[in-house]
T-cell receptor
């Protein structure tokens, strides 16, 4: 299994440009999430999905869109990039939690985005 | 706002010593998890402790959970240079949004 894959690894955008960060997983996980990590801070949840066709907002959703048309893919779209969106973006996936198990998350390697 | 807050923010120890990191959180949880992040990499899951558990072990890792104080600790025994990384706690809520909330992390440096 490749696990969770993210592309691209690095990206530089100009203010106002749009782009899509790709995330895919091959573990048949129901849950997928997008986080951003800024220096000195932990991960902040942007959007998440509990299954194909179902998405919800996290802590910091403004300026980002997501969709989940398949179980495997969960792309993150930046609509009009701003310098405040300079960050490292991580995608993660997990199985649906049940009463007997938690939901350990598996992370991709991250995308380092710079907006100038 | 961050649900989990780690303490200390940074920790430097010698190889062979034990490292203890603490995490405090604010709301009721289903479970608490610890993750490790090596520089420039994604996070890797280390251990999960459920709200009805008080202590859990995995190799050189020992995690405790005190739900009355809303706190957890991660102990790494006999540390190695390869343990150098940032460590994050993450809480899973017992209701509402089914997503983890991460703390700001502890940066551990183990000197050889």
């Amino acid at each position: 299994n490749a696990g969770v894959t993210q592309t691209p690894k690095f990206q530089v955008l100009k203010t106002g440009q749009s782009m899509t960060l790709q995330c895919a997983q091959d573990m048949n996980h129901e849950y997928m999430s997008w986080y951003r990590q800024d220096p000195g801070m932990g991960l902040r949840l942007i959007h998440y999905s509990v299954g194909a066709g179902i998405t919800d907002q996290g802590e910091v959703p403004n300026g980002y869109n997501v969709s989940r048309s398949t179980t495997e893919d969960f792309p993150l779209r930046l609509l009009s990039a701003a310098p405040s969106q300079t960050s490292v973006y991580f995608c993660a996936s997990s199985h649906r939690p049940t009463s007997g198990t938690g939901y350990e998350q598996y992370f991709g390697p991250g995308t380092r985005l710079t907006v100038t | 706002s961050q649900q989990g807050e780690e303490d200390p923010q940074a920790l430097s120890i010698q190889e062979g010593e034990n490292a203890t990191m603490n995490c405090s959180y604010k709301t009721s949880i289903n479970n608490l998890q610890w993750y490790r992040q090596n520089s420039g990499r994604g996070l890797v899951h280390l251990i999960l402790i459920r709200s009805n558990e008080r202590e859990k072990h995995s190799g050189r890792l020992r995690v405790t959970l005190d739900t009355s104080k809303k706190s957890s600790s991660l102990l790494i025994t006999a540390s190695r240079a390869a343990d150098t990384a940032s460590y994050f706690c993450a809480t899973a809520p017992d209701r509402g949004r089914r997503a983890l909330t991460f703390g700001s992390g502890t940066r551990l440096q183990v000197q050889p």
